[in-house]
């Protein structure tokens, strides 16, 4: 049986793979910064390569890479959304994929939606986005538990509801809002 | 982010010109010069077809892009950047969700 601590560095790389992709987008617009871009391009790959040498995801995500660099390579954000949607989808609906994994993007996935939609002033759906998290977390807690420390899940959900009371409040502390966020990821990356 | 949904409606919107306002006069450009004429002219209609429908195509398209990014500007601007209080809806969420997340660490420990 995997241990917990391997079982979390999969759920690690799972989470970063998701962040450092959506790193990469971001980078592109208003202003490209190549810089962070090819950074964050970097990481994306280092991570997409293990997990398919480790043999957690099939030989034939190297597209997810290929077209990715493509999508870059022309700035697309659109077509960068895109990829990343299908990468999610594809990590969540493959049997084959553990399970561990599925969770990782998934939460990875949500995480960052939710980040953005603050950022976009759309606290509504925001909050909605927030509830399907609780929900996806709730469950599939037993699963969760198996790989992420008790612990960490913890401070996750305590970041959270912070971030729940921040915004409650007018006007909105956007600032303090995404140094939280900026402490959830760092509990995984 | 909201200008980076303002520039990509920028986009859409110049697609949209591009693609409806040249393809739909060349589209129906196409149909009259079908229906007008009975003998081998009327397969110049074809390319024009072809040209006309391609770009009406890509319009469309983009036209759908425009409305989804639309839709998701439309989002932000329900909610105010800066409102001065919070819907009442949005603070009952907020504390219905406080109170679910508190349950859910709770159950965790």
């Known amino acids: 049986m995997m241990g917990l601590g391997r079982c979390f560095d999969n759920f690690r790389m799972g989470y970063a793979l998701v962040h450092y992709a959506l790193l990469t987008a971001s980078a592109l617009y208003p202003e490209p910064d190549f810089e962070v871009a090819l950074y964050g391009f970097g990481l994306y790959t280092d991570i997409l390569l293990q997990l398919i040498d480790e043999g957690k995801l099939p030989r034939g995500f190297t597209r997810y890479i290929h077209d990715f660099a493509m999508a870059l390579k022309e700035m697309d954000l659109i077509r960068l959304a895109t990829i990343m949607n299908r990468l999610v989808h594809d990590v969540a609906t493959r049997p084959e994929i553990p399970t561990t ?10 995480v960052h939606e939710i980040e953005a939609l603050i950022d976009v002033d759309e606290v509504d759906e925001a909050l909605n986005r927030l509830n399907d998290l609780i929900n996806y977390i709730s469950e599939h807690k037993s699963e ?5 420390p008790e612990d960490v899940i913890d401070r996750i959900l305590g970041r959270l509801k912070e971030v729940l009371e921040l915004l409650g409040k007018t006007p909105l502390p956007k600032d303090e809002i995404f140094a939280r966020f900026v402490e959830i990821h760092q509990e995984f990356l | 982010m909201a200008e980076v949904y303002e520039r990509l409606l920028k986009e859409a919107l110049t697609w949209v010109g591009i693609g409806l306002g040249i393809g739909i006069p060349v589209f129906i450009a196409a149909i009259l010069i079908f229906l007008k004429f009975k003998d081998r002219r009327r397969f110049y209609s074809i390319p024009l ?3 006309g429908g391609g770009l009406m195509a890509i319009g469309f398209s983009a036209l759908k892009d425009y409305f989804e990014i639309k839709a998701r500007m439309g989002g932000s601007q329900t909610h105010s950047s800066n409102p001065q209080k919070l819907p009442s809806e949005i603070e009952k969420k907020i504390s219905e969700l406080i109170k679910r997340l508190e349950e859910l660490r709770a159950r965790l420990r």
Request: charged share 15%; with cysteine.
């Open chain 1, 144 to 148: 969760i538990l198996k790989c992420v």
């Open chain 1, 101 to 110: 994994l599925r969770h990782a993007v998934q939460i990875s996935r949500m």
């Open chain 2, 49 to 51: 077809f072809l040209f």
